[in-house]
């Protein structure tokens, strides 16, 4: 949604004080890690995609929580941040089953 100058996005962006050219550099960056995550290989890379993946959730949410002040506002990154966790998990117990 980043890449594309979504309205909504935008308005996330100003709501949190986030200046617009990050908008781009986080799209990029989410774009990589699941690249990185999907692609086969790269075990070193795809730890440091699902960090960055988590940090950027978190982060997410974390930000939401202070700009709103509506602790209500979490949902969203937390459903993301399960996602991204449970991916991790499979990930890990699939590589192993293979080794």
């Known amino acids: 949604m980043e890449l594309t100058g979504n309205e ?3 308005g996330v962006y100003q709501l949190l004080g986030f200046p617009m050219y990050l908008m781009p550099f986080i799209g990029i960056a989410r ?3 699941l690249i990185v995550i999907w692609l086969p290989g790269f075990k070193r890379l795809k730890e440091w995609a699902f960090a960055g993946l988590c940090i950027d ?3 997410a949410g974390y930000c939401l929580v202070m700009a709103t002040g509506d602790i209500h506002m979490i949902w969203v990154p937390l ?3 399960i996602f991204v966790l449970g991916t991790y998990y499979y990930y890990h117990k699939i590589s192993n089953a293979y080794q």
Do not use: E, P
């Open 8 to 10: 909504n996005s935008k």
């Open 79 to 81: 459903i993301a941040l």
């Open 57 to 59: 959730v978190v982060g």
């Open 31 to 33: 774009i990589l890690a």
